[in-house]
């Protein structure tokens, strides 16, 4: 039989207090969005600190400013997520049931309906105190692959988001349904005398190349290439960066079961044929990656 990894016994939550007629858990996501949050902020406002970075020698708004963009970033993440969600994964169940949607501790965020959310908060929050926009994305481009590392991290340590059925010495037996449900011989293992469906760990993939590589590549092209010095060039960089990792990733990653049938067992949102076609996460990253060519070019005509 093929070789595979079980999955290491990781509990979603770090800790928990139980009391009977009160519970309280703190979980991995909870940290990873809390942890993603502050050290972005404090990236940004150590960036805001050093105007030679920046067009002219000037930041685009004071260190002080920083906290305010945190409050509308924060809401922008929530709403933007759960609502991207619901518009572009399921909305016919949330149609149907829509006092489900406030419901975001049971699940279901969508990073591009996030960074649509962050968007628009953070373009508000420049408008009110003159900051120039632009500048400030690239500021939050810089720092935004630090979210998504600890967000993978987590999606992995949660058994959630997993990979397709492989056949790689490095997939993984995650438990629960992905341990059982494999929709044709390719990932079947042998564990202790069962057999199971191993997959890829997509989520470290993702991790890998969305944050740490991302992450690496955006700050030095911000600190030693002096990109935040025009407007614009990082902001594209993130999103061609992104939209290129995320479109590679999807090969890999098991789609949303709304997509998935029968007929359509890899779960293509545009099905050319069984065995080509395009994921929603593909079609979402689209636009990202011809904004950022866009912007790039933008900035470097500039």
Known sequence: MLLAIPFPPLSPELFSIDLGWFRFALRWYA???????VIGWW???????????????????????????????????????????????????????????????EGGMAFHGGLLGVTIAALIYCRR???????????MSMVIAVG?????????????????????????????EAAQDCPGPEGLVEYLGLTYCARH??????????????????LYLAYRRGWLKRPGALT????????????FVEFFRQPDEQFTSPD???????????????????????????AGIWLAARAKRA
Request: proline share 9%; aromatic share 12%; charged share 10%.
């Open 31 to 37: 940290l990873a969005y809390l942890a993603g949050l």
């Open 43 to 105: 990236m940004i406002w150590r960036a805001m600190k050093r105007p030679a970075l920046w067009p002219g020698d000037v930041a685009p708004m004071q260190p002080v400013q920083v906290e305010g963009l945190l409050t509308a970033v924060v809401l922008g993440v929530i709403i933007g997520g759960r609502l991207g969600y619901v518009l572009f994964y399921d909305p016919a169940q949330f149609l149907a049931e829509p006092w489900l949607i406030p419901q975001i501790w």
């Open 129 to 139: 105190i003159g900051a120039p926009p632009l500048q400030v994305a690239d500021a």
């Open 148 to 176: 998504l590392f600890f967000g993978r991290i987590s999606n992995f340590i949660n058994a959630e988001l997993w990979g397709r059925a492989s056949d790689a010495p490095w997939a993984v037996i995650f438990p629960g």
């Open 201 to 218: 760990p997509s989520q470290l993939y993702e991790a890998l190349l969305e944050g740490l590589i991302m992450g690496v590549i955006l």
């Open 236 to 247: 594209g960089g993130f999103l061609l960066i992104y939209g290129a990792s995320r479109f």
């Open 264 to 290: 359509n067992p890899i779960g293509f949102a545009i099905a050319l044929s069984p065995s080509i076609g395009l994921t929603m996460g593909q079609i979402l990253t689209i636009p990202m990656i011809l």
